[in-house]
């Protein structure tokens, strides 16, 4: 699997890309709001570049042997750790994670494979706090804050 500079809008990008594929499914739902938030403009990519990044990390799947594996996420803990490991400015990993929630829950239903992108994603990043603070407004993380 290639890799990316750190914090790259590629690294970001193929993250996003992961949430979208970890349910087996890319469904309308998803790809309308790819589109209203412009998650591309928001990782800092052309649309068309974006697109070409999901592509490129299909591909990657399927050359690595990654979609064989015989778990409910496409990729294995190594992989998981590989790619959460290039982005390390903490509000770069706080966008992602956001954008990667609103994706998971945009059809009311997170399945279990995005769970777990979810999941290694608030652990690899330390982002316990941010995510409690998604549900209770007092625990929200302040500005400036991890």
Known sequence: MRTYPKNSPQAAARIVALTLIADG????????????????????????????????????????????????CPVDEFVLEELMGEIDDPA???????????LAEVDDHVAEGESIVLIAAVAH????????????PVLAPQPGSP
């Open 25 to 72: 499914d890319i469904g309308e739902a998803e790809l309308a709001l790819l589109d209203d938030l412009a998650v591309h403009r928001q990782i800092g990519l052309p649309r068309d570049a974006m697109h070409a990044i999901f592509d490129t990390f299909c591909a990657d799947l399927l050359s690595s042997n990654q979609l064989a594996y015989g778990h409910a």
């Open 92 to 102: 770069l990993r706080r966008k992602v994670l956001d954008l990667c929630v609103k």
């Open 125 to 136: 990043w330390g982002l316990h706090h941010h995510m409690l603070g998604a549900f209770d």
